[in-house]
């Protein structure tokens, strides 16, 4: 009895040691066979200079990423894809998923974000999900893929999540995540079995294209025995956590292609932490929300701009000395006639608070605005028809009547990216001035291109500190006042074209020949008009 109490004794204290120090199991691993053709030490991929002649198998969480938790991105399905309390249950269940184990609490948290949601309507993995894909990637990951010639990956996501960023950002020929079940159109919130997974990595592996080329794997010790692929690989480099842990962010600058749309309505990347904050700051949300909409419509400026900055909202101004004409003449053959600002666009608050900032009562022209954000806007705002003529007709008319705001980008863009202006506004008016606006949040987007754009202003005011920067530059001559003698542009697209970079330099944004319908045709899957509407 003692012998065998010993025994068991012995047996404890070794697995609770193996356990307390894991790392010491992978050490004794990676030790074995790293003198071994199969399984190397990750950091020495780096040096190889023949990956371009090989084909890639890696495993995205835990060779890409640096980050192994999913919770992030299925937060994110619920939020955009579901609604709030969707969220909200997924929260509460989080603690569950991960007492129950990895395959279990997948199942779980696939249940509750995609249960009864529409596969035709499902955007969240093309629209949202890149953007916080790209902000995990690690730069030392990024570099090996990127020399590979061929690329598998594979996911414990779904493949709705994860397919969309894979192929458009990193050009990965084949793309392995779970497939999910779906009755009549609509996700069931199921994950198929694993034995239609291994059906499609028998058929990669039988692919004549990546079996040409040498195999090498990619992944952590945990997940080397994961996919049968991985048999098929003559090398399998192994990941430590504690690298993953030092990998540094990979740069914008170095993205395979630019970020320069996304969706949703969450600007943080909801981690659990993130999101308690996030689900405790809701309440009092809606309150300064309200407050601040109360005090922007109602008030007068003297008495708007103290209270909005007591409720954390901050707006900063400068301006040129000389802001209104080039020459600082009036014109006299129209005196009478207004000036036309042009901005960039960030929120359908933008031509509000350059009115508050300037203490001036604009009107606004606007390509869309929802019919509940114009009867509550505080200055007067006019819908462009997208009929060349009429709109221009209508802006002269305005002009003659007041000073103008318009932001010809048409729709709002949310990076450091200035979108194509339309040309129109250069001949409406002598004098232009380029206004340069930057907006900051950091929980809601104050923007939608798939969402309620009602809602949108409401969004921006629910953040705890919103921010914006106004710049006013120098003015720039409208066409009627171009002369040979000028340095300035000769044409509508070249006025256009100078004010857009201008705003662009003030901004340090970069400026990009997209439009409102390559925004629309990314992210909402059309064209972001109406049948009716036609583009001016």
Same mark, same amino acid.
Request: aromatic letters at 12%; glycine letters at 6%.
């Given at each position: 009895?003692?012998?065998?109490?010993?025994?068991?004794?012995?047996?404890?204290?070794?697995? %609770?040691?193996?356990?307390?120090?894991?790392?010491?199991?992978?050490?004794?691993?990676?030790?074995?066979?790293?003198?071994?053709?199969?399984?190397?030490?990750?950091?020495?991929?780096?040096?190889?200079?023949?990956?371009?002649?090989?084909?890639?198998?890696?495993?995205?969480?835990?060779?890409?990423?640096?980050?192994?938790?999913?919770?992030?991105?299925?937060?994110?399905?619920?939020?955009?894809?579901?609604?709030?309390?969707?969220?909200?249950?997924? %929260?509460?269940?989080? $603690?569950?998923? /991960? /007492?129950?184990?990895?395959?279990?609490?997948?199942?779980?948290?696939?249940?509750?974000?995609?249960?009864?949601?529409?596969?035709?309507?499902?955007?969240?993995?093309?629209?949202?999900?890149?953007?916080?894909?790209?902000?995990?990637?690690g730069l030392e990951a990024f570099e090996v893929i990127q020399k590979g010639g061929r690329k598998?990956?594979?996911?414990? %996501?779904?493949?709705?999540?994860?397919?969309?960023?894979?192929?458009?950002?990193?050009?990965?020929?084949?793309?392995?995540?779970?497939?999910?079940?779906?009755?009549?159109?609509? %996700?069931?919130?199921?994950?198929?079995?694993?034995?239609?997974?291994?059906?499609?990595?028998?058929?990669?592996?039988?692919?004549?294209?990546?079996?040409?080329?040498?195999?090498?794997?990619?992944?952590?010790?945990?997940?080397?025995?994961?996919?049968?692929?991985?048999?098929?690989?003559?090398?399998?480099?192994?990941?430590?956590?504690?690298?993953?842990? =030092?990998?540094?962010?990979?740069?914008?600058?170095?993205?395979?292609?630019?970020?320069?749309?996304?969706?949703?309505?969450?600007?943080?990347?909801?981690?659990?932490?993130?999101?308690?904050?996030?689900?405790?700051?809701?309440?009092?949300?809606?309150?300064?929300?309200?407050?601040?909409?109360?005090?922007?419509?109602?008030?007068?400026?003297?008495? =708007?701009?103290?209270?909005?900055?007591?409720?954390?909202?901050?707006?900063?101004?400068?301006?040129?000395?000389?802001?209104?004409?080039?020459?600082?003449?009036?014109?006299?053959?129209?005196?009478?006639?207004?000036? /036309?600002?042009?901005?960039?666009?960030?929120?359908?608050?933008?031509?509000?608070?350059?009115?508050?900032?300037?203490?001036?009562?604009?009107?606004?022209?606007?390509?869309?605005?929802?019919?509940?954000?114009?009867?509550?806007?505080?200055?007067?705002?006019?819908?462009?028809?997208?009929?060349?003529?009429?709109?221009?007709?209508?802006?002269?008319?305005?002009?003659?009547?007041?000073?103008?705001?318009?932001? $010809?980008?048409?729709?709002?863009?949310?990076?450091?990216?200035?979108?194509?202006?339309?040309?129109?506004? =250069?001949?409406?008016?002598?004098?232009?001035?380029?206004?340069?606006?930057?907006?900051?949040?950091?929980?809601?987007?104050?923007?939608?291109?798939?969402?309620?754009?009602?809602?949108? $202003?409401?969004?921006?005011?629910?953040?705890?500190?919103?921010?914006?920067?106004?710049?006013?530059?120098?003015?720039?001559?409208?066409?009627?006042?171009?002369?040979?003698?000028?340095?300035?542009?000769?044409?509508?697209?070249?006025?256009?074209?100078?004010?857009?970079?201008?705003?662009?330099?003030?901004?340090?944004?970069?400026?990009?020949?997209?439009?409102?319908?390559?925004?629309?045709?990314?992210?909402?899957?059309?064209?972001?008009?109406?049948?009716?509407?036609?583009?001016?």
């Amino acid at each position: 009895m003692l012998s065998r109490a010993a025994f068991f004794k012995n047996l404890f204290f070794f697995f %609770f040691k193996q356990f307390r120090h894991p790392k010491c199991i992978y050490r004794s691993f990676s030790n074995v066979n790293v003198g071994q053709s199969k399984y190397q030490k990750h950091p020495s991929l780096s040096h190889r200079s023949d990956l371009s002649s090989k084909t890639l198998v890696f495993n995205v969480e835990e060779a890409l990423l640096r980050s192994s938790s999913m919770f992030p991105y299925f937060m994110l399905v619920a939020f955009e894809a579901g609604s709030i309390f969707r969220a909200l249950i997924l %929260f509460l269940l989080y $603690p569950v998923t /991960l /007492l129950v184990g990895e395959e279990v609490g997948l199942k779980i948290m696939v249940f509750l974000c995609f249960f009864g949601i529409k596969k035709d309507s499902f955007r969240v993995g093309s629209a949202v999900l890149p953007k916080f894909f790209l902000e995990d990637v690690g730069l030392e990951a990024f570099e090996v893929i990127q020399k590979g010639g061929r690329k598998v990956a594979f996911s414990e %996501f779904p493949q709705p999540m994860i397919e969309s960023f894979l192929r458009e950002y990193f050009e990965i020929d084949c793309v392995v995540g779970r497939e999910l079940k779906s009755i009549h159109g609509y %996700f069931v919130g199921l994950i198929e079995p694993r034995e239609e997974e291994m059906i499609a990595l028998e058929e990669i592996g039988a692919d004549k294209k990546i079996a040409s080329h040498d195999m090498i794997g990619i992944t952590t010790l945990d997940r080397s025995a994961d996919h049968q692929l991985f048999a098929y690989c003559k090398e399998i480099y192994l990941v430590r956590r504690a690298e993953k842990r =030092s990998w540094q962010s990979l740069p914008k600058d170095r993205y395979p292609r630019p970020l320069i749309f996304h969706d949703g309505r969450l600007a943080l990347r909801p981690t659990p932490l993130a999101t308690l904050a996030l689900f405790m700051w809701l309440p009092f949300a809606f309150t300064i929300a309200l407050i601040r909409a109360v005090a922007g419509l109602t008030l007068p400026y003297y008495i =708007s701009f103290p209270l909005l900055a007591f409720c954390g909202f901050r707006v900063t101004m400068s301006e040129t000395k000389n802001p209104h004409t080039l020459s600082g003449k009036e014109d006299h053959r129209n005196p009478k006639k207004g000036v /036309l600002y042009v901005c960039n666009h960030r929120t359908l608050l933008d031509p509000l608070y350059l009115s508050f900032t300037l203490k001036k009562n604009f009107t606004a022209v606007t390509y869309s605005l929802s019919r509940v954000s114009e009867m509550l806007s505080p200055i007067k705002t006019v819908r462009l028809t997208r009929n060349r003529d009429r709109d221009s007709k209508m802006m002269e008319e305005l002009l003659s009547q007041g000073d103008l705001v318009i932001c $010809p980008e048409g729709t709002t863009c949310r990076e450091p990216y200035v979108l194509r202006f339309s040309p129109l506004f =250069s001949e409406m008016s002598d004098d232009i001035i380029p206004v340069a606006l930057e907006s900051q949040v950091s929980m809601f987007h104050g923007t939608t291109a798939g969402g309620l754009k009602c809602l949108d $202003p409401l969004f921006f005011l629910m953040n705890p500190v919103p921010c914006y920067t106004i710049r006013v530059l120098e003015g720039v001559s409208g066409l009627s006042k171009i002369n040979p003698e000028n340095q300035c542009p000769k044409s509508s697209f070249d006025v256009a074209n100078h004010v857009q970079s201008e705003i662009g330099k003030a901004l340090g944004f970069q400026c990009t020949n997209l439009t409102r319908r390559d925004k629309y045709l990314i992210l909402a899957g059309n064209e972001g008009i109406s049948g009716s509407s036609k583009k001016s």
